[in-house]
């Protein structure tokens, strides 16, 4: 099937500095990524659907200048979490669609746990 | 808008059968799909249903009824690797995947 990589697995940062996660689909292109935000024991947020050479769009409550989004490839989206805080500490998680046979799947990436100290 | 409920918690035993339920409440809808999350893992899909009635992949069956907008899971032969949580997860009109709230499922021995 297909494979979305996410980088990196887990991180560990001081309040108030920026962190960056990438999200590279493989073996396919995609045009639309999305960016997930989980909770401990709580079910996933969509935060923003990433496009491909325009602007992310975000979900209610989601506040853009906090959670930069880029999508500058078919192959590529990155978010930065500007100025992170304790409250920003959660799995974050990319997914992008694919063709799979017949049938059009959503693949994840295997997530990063983001720790603020 | 779209909301998903599911149940919080299931228990069962190994071998047994489990009904995993999702009731929904959406504006718009394309159909509905199953996904698997182990603790610290990424979800995994399982299932989707387009059309009302049953899919049957192995020992998952996922079922689908438009009609009263709901779907369930169902696990047959448990095992101890079922323990996980599974969320239902519906295909809004912006193409949009919106997950339910999830349910964690316990397989004892």
């Known amino acids: 099937g297909a494979v979305v990589s996410q980088h990196p697995s887990w991180v560990i940062c001081k309040s108030g500095t920026s962190v960056k996660i990438e999200c590279r689909s493989l073996?396919?292109?995609?045009?639309?990524m999305f960016w997930y935000r989980q909770f401990p024991k709580q079910s996933l947020m969509l935060m923003a659907t990433?496009?491909?050479?325009?602007?992310?769009?975000?979900e209610q409550g989601v506040e853009k200048d906090k959670f930069l989004i880029n999508h500058a490839s078919l192959t590529l989206s990155t978010l930065t979490v500007t100025s992170a805080h304790p409250e920003d500490s959660s799995f974050y998680i990319c997914?992008?669609?694919?063709?799979?046979?017949?049938?059009?799947?959503?693949?994840f990436g295997s997530g990063t746990q983001l720790s603020v100290l | 808008g779209q909301s998903l409920e599911q149940p919080s918690e299931v228990t069962a035993v190994e071998g047994a059968i489990v009904q995993i339920n999702c009731t929904y409440q959406?504006?718009?809808?394309?159909?509905l799909s199953w996904y698997q999350q182990h603790d610290g893992g990424a979800p995994t899909f399982l299932s989707y249903?387009?059309?009302?009635g049953l899919e049957e992949t192995g020992r998952f069956s996922s079922f689908l009824s438009r009609s009263d907008s709901y779907g369930y899971l169902l696990l047959q032969e448990l095992q101890m690797k079922d323990s996980a949580s599974y969320f239902c997860?519906?295909?809004?009109?912006?193409?949009?995947?919106?997950f339910g709230t999830g349910t964690r499922l316990q397989v004892f021995p």
């Open positions: 249903n387009a059309l009302d």
């Open positions: 959406t504006s718009g809808f394309y159909g």
């Open positions: 073996d396919f292109q995609a045009t639309t």
């Open positions: 997860a519906g295909i809004d009109n912006t193409d949009k995947l919106i």
């Open positions: 997914s992008a669609r694919a063709l799979q046979g017949n049938l059009e799947k959503l693949f």
């Open positions: 990433s496009n491909e050479g325009s602007k992310a769009t975000y």
